[in-house]
């Protein structure tokens, strides 16, 4: 029996048979003038409809692409659906599975417990009628993109997202380019990179490269390492590195690809050095988190504790965190601590200051709580591409709330 005509199961409905293609040109019509209308709903797609969020993603691409073939074999109805399938895609592609731990909330009926399955998964979309309306003003702020700016040793200043592709500079002479996809890199003369002495770090000649808060930006070092930069994050390094190692300094986040050498690389960072000859690894070491966390993907590496000299060897998928000591966790996977660099946020029983802290720096915004923080735990990977609102609108899925006033996010329970 057809849903009511108005309701939100006839338009679950009708987006069931959008997604198998079985709807009819006058179903079209219906779906697209509610769509249009300006509501605020969310959207359900079938249970069934696939058996992972790839699949589930696949499928909805595929559909639109049928909407958006050529020109001849499209209707007149094609067009106005696109936006509904477009919008679905946002919040499949914006991982929509967060959750919330408080227990008299009830955001699905019969839902396994939260440690087998996120209470709002990808595929529960189904409009809520007592959902609260966003309060978040019609304005916008966009994400963040490729900024930075080089410090050269003898303090010139070079805006890397205003320089043209090319030659930027010569030092010691090298060269520095900035690439056609935006990469910082040293190019060397015939002499090659290790041109400095070995008599001491005074005759070393640093650069720094910084990325603002909205900002992020890659960088091929001496050694032909390369190392990507999170925003509102700093990375220190000689013009060439000495023939006894390699050694930089960070603040901030960074995720390294360390090219194979005889040297020790060395990574220094809040109370703490990394050691490698070679490997992948993750450093998230901000000022106003409560550890500095080092994640390792490839090779090995040894973290030590410079208050106390104590060190750690990591195997690929363990974490240091390093807080009043060193603390080694076994990692099921280590996509959440590099999903920034892969153009995500991604979370994992996360509070909502931990989530907070990455939209202040990404967005460049500052953070007001208004009353008593929330106590939601979220759970989800959303793109970092998206804008301001459409993330907070994301957010709001757990009954968390916001106010935008200028480059001031309140949050609101």
Do not use: C
């Not at 008599?199 to 603002?212: K, M, R, V």
């Amino acid at each position: 029996m057809m849903a009511p005509l108005n309701s939100d199961a006839r338009y679950q409905e009708l987006a069931a048979k959008w997604l198998n293609n079985t709807i009819s040109e006058k179903e079209k019509e219906e779906f697209s003038s509610w769509y249009n209308s300006g509501q605020d709903s969310d959207y359900s797609l079938p249970p069934d409809y696939a058996g992972s969020d790839e699949e589930l993603k696949a499928r909805i691409y595929a559909s639109i692409e049928t909407q958006l073939a050529p020109p001849e074999k499209v209707n007149r109805f094609n067009r106005k659906w696109y936006p509904a399938a477009a919008a679905v895609l946002i919040m499949i592609s914006a991982g929509l599975y967060f959750y919330t731990d408080k227990p008299d909330e009830k955001l699905a009926e019969a839902e396994p417990p939260k440690s087998e399955q996120p209470l709002i998964e990808t595929r529960d979309l189904q409009p809520k009628a007592e959902a609260k309306k966003t309060s978040i003003p019609a304005h916008d702020i966009v994400a963040g993109n490729d900024k930075a700016v080089l410090t050269l040793g003898d303090g010139t200043r070079i805006i890397l997202d205003d320089a043209k592709t090319g030659v930027l500079a010569n030092q010691d002479g090298h060269s520095i380019l900035k690439t056609a996809n935006g990469e910082l890199v040293y190019s060397f003369g015939s002499a090659g990179p290790e041109t400095i002495s070995n008599t001491g770090s005074q005759d070393l000649n640093f650069n720094t490269i910084e990325t603002p808060k909205g900002g992020k930006f890659q960088v091929r070092l001496p050694d032909g390492s390369r190392v990507w930069l999170n925003a509102a994050s700093s990375l220190k390094f000689p013009t060439a590195f000495s023939r006894s190692k390699r050694e930089v300094e960070l603040k901030g986040e960074a995720y390294f690809e360390v090219a194979h050498d005889e040297k020790i690389f060395e990574v220094i960072t809040r109370n703490q050095t990394v050691q490698v000859l070679g490997t992948h690894f993750n450093i998230n070491a901000y000022a106003d988190e409560p550890s500095v966390n080092t994640t390792l993907l490839e090779g090995s590496v040894r973290i030590s504790d410079l208050r106390t000299n104590n060190s750690q060897l990591l195997k690929p998928g363990e974490q240091a965190k390093l807080t009043e000591g060193i603390e080694v966790v076994n990692l099921k996977n280590t996509t959440e601590s590099i999903a920034w660099k892969d153009g995500y946020f991604q979370f994992n029983d996360a509070d909502i200051q931990t989530v907070m802290r990455q939209i202040e720096r990404w967005y460049d915004v500052r953070i007001r709580y208004e009353g008593q923080i929330p106590t939601q735990r979220f759970g989800g990977e959303i793109e970092r591409s998206l804008s301001l609102l459409q993330v907070l609108k994301v957010l709001e899925k757990t009954k968390v709330h916001f106010r935008l006033d200028g480059r001031e996010v309140i949050v609101m329970r």
